[in-house]
């Protein structure tokens, strides 16, 4: 079959799917203890938009990813990635949704590709399981054309620089043309013309329409993508919007001061929430000896 009449196939098919989570939990259970990584997440994420997670190390953005994945499944709480309800999805649906639906690319380029199999072979191989399900996927130099790497087709992995490498885990993620894109830290040890690279891939990918979910640690990322949600302590504590920051007031009523603020108003602070006829909501520190 020609390149041509595969790409035709499969301009049908491709839709962009949205993310909700509303008091999402996700509890690792190890020997003698367990580990909250998610401790009530409530987020939505619109077919179409592009969203940089971000947040501390360990306050699991990561671990986010992999529910919106289908790879780890909520201990409490409700999430669903389109139409699909991922707490109550059989084994075979979340197959599917991994094959077809969603496509994932790990932190650090290596781990997402086949080092002895040229940049083309790649994407053909990430295409199987689609295959399998049904779907007709365009011909690889059409997702390798995307990511700007058609003159590679012929190389492999070792034969790219790191933000080439980084572009070809986009095109393996991007192989069954997934309706959502989960990308784990795609920056990471990029120098800043590759960075530059990969965010003009993901403008690309989000002007054509496809839902982009990215973690990461590269502020500039975050600014580029329009939207960042901060993760901390296993919930979404604050959301920048156009430049906008604004904190995210929790299901029990809490709020994340921003962390700026915590130097002023360290745990333990007593303080008076006063409401201005206004409008304005004040944080009024109790005087001294008023605080523990
Ligand atoms: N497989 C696992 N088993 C047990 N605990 C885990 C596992 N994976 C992550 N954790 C723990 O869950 C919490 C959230 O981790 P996660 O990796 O999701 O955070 P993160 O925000 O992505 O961090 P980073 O930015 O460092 O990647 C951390 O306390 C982490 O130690």
Redesign the pocket.
Known sequence: MSARVDTLDTEVGFVPLGVTCRGVVLI?R?EGYD?V??AGVDLDIAPGESVALV????????????LMSGVLRPSAGRLHVGELDLVRAGPAEVQRLRAVDVGVSL?GSARNLLPYLTCEQNVRFAQRAARSHGRRPPDPTVILDDVGLLAKRRAEPGELAPGERQRLAFAVALAARPGLLLL??PTNQLDEHSRDEVLEVLHRLHAAGTTVVV?T?DIEVGAALGRTVT?RD?RVGAEGRRGEDYSVVGRDGSVHLPTELLDRLPPGTLVKIASDADGTIRLVPALEGGNR
């Open positions: 690792y190890l580990v990584a998610l947040g501390p190390s360990g306050a699991g953005k990561s671990t986010l990813l992999s932190q784990d830290e973690v640690h993760i296993g």
